[in-house]
């Protein structure tokens, strides 16, 4: 049988356990995923696109059936590059739906070979999301136990407020 490949594209900056939930969860129908982190010239990040590849690696502890690489440019032709068809994304509440749904749409006006599956996240990480991450840590509020310790460590080197969170 084939294998069963889908790209999980996204920021991940930084990645949260509401990512790592859907990584767990897209493993459960997928025989290898490849997260794809997308360079962004027009996203201002806290982390670059090499930290964001070896936080994920780490956080992932280097699971056999996952690889982690960046691309740029459309995500239907790397996904295409890739030699797979499906992109998976999470949904959390209503919020994302609109974004998701236009998306979704556009990537099948480019490519009408490759579709997008939704995977719902864990209903423990509904509110969470990098942005909110990064402005609770920015001024010292404690995110642990919502992303990876690994995440956790690196935004003390980013915020100094975050230094001393324990
Ligand atoms: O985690 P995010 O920021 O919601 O991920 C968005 C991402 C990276 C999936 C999206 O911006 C993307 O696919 N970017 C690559 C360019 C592209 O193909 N855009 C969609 C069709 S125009």
């Known amino acids: 049988m084939n294998e069963r490949i889908a790209v999980y594209p996204g920021s991940f900056d930084p990645i949260t356990n509401g990512h790592v939930n859907l990584i767990e969860r897209a493993l459960h129908v997928f025989d290898k995923l490849i997260v794809a982190v997308a360079h962004n010239p027009n996203k201002s990040a806290l982390f670059s696109v090499e930290e964001r590849l070896e936080i994920i690696r780490i956080a992932l502890k280097n699971d056999p059936r996952v690889v982690v690489n960046s691309f740029q440019g459309l995500l239907v032709d790397f996904v295409a590059q890739q030699g797979a068809n499906v ?31 939704f995977l719902m ?28 310790e690994i995440v956790h460590e690196r935004l003390k080197e980013k915020f100094p407020a975050y230094r001393n969170v324990p």
């Open 87 to 117: 992109i998976v994304r999470g949904l959390r509440a209503l919020s994302d739906f609109e974004y998701e749904f236009q998306m979704t749409l556009m990537n099948r006006k480019l490519n009408r070979q490759v579709d997008t599956m």
């Open 121 to 148: 996240t864990g209903y423990k990480w509904f509110y969470t999301s990098s942005k909110i991450i990064k402005e609770a840590a920015s001024f010292g509020g404690s995110v642990r136990g919502l992303v990876p």
